[in-house]
């Protein structure tokens, strides 16, 4: 079992940054997949990012790509999300989740453990 909890989501203006921590408890952290999703109002939820169980592989979506960078530290059980250059449309809440895999893809059902989210709102 993998538990995870969101952190760092808040109010920004346009152009600004945040970022995002994932803490999760639970011995198989190190060797799991991490990804960030989020979910708009009256959207569904879309992939951000995910970074692979050693931190050396990692995949964006083409919306976010430039601007946010997500890495881990195992030392720690924590995923991060340095999200720069922020813009309204990134308005969401962020979902941190876990893969009993090495390496996932941006398929929501890659991942089997998911936090509550974080909300970030993005003023213009």
């Known amino acids: 079992q993998v538990q995870l909890v969101e952190s760092g989501g808040g109010l920004v203006q346009a152009g600004g940054s945040l970022r995002l921590s994932c803490a999760a408890s639970?011995?198989?952290?190190?060797?799991?997949?991490m990804g960030w999703f989020r979910q708009a109002p009256g959207k569904e939820r879309e992939f951000v990012a995910t970074?692979?169980?050693?931190?050396?592989?990692?995949d964006y979506a083409d919306s976010v790509k430039g601007r946010f960078t997500i890495s881990r530290d195992n030392a720690k059980n924590t995923v991060y999300l340095q999200m720069s250059s922020l813009k309204p449309e990134d308005t969401a809440v962020y979902y941190c989740a876990a893969a009993t895999m090495f390496i996932a893809g941006l398929n929501i059902d890659d991942y089997d453990y998911w936090g509550r989210g974080t909300q970030v709102t993005v003023s213009s």
């Open positions: 639970g011995r198989t952290f190190s060797s799991a997949a």
């Open positions: 970074v692979n169980w050693s931190g050396g592989y990692t």
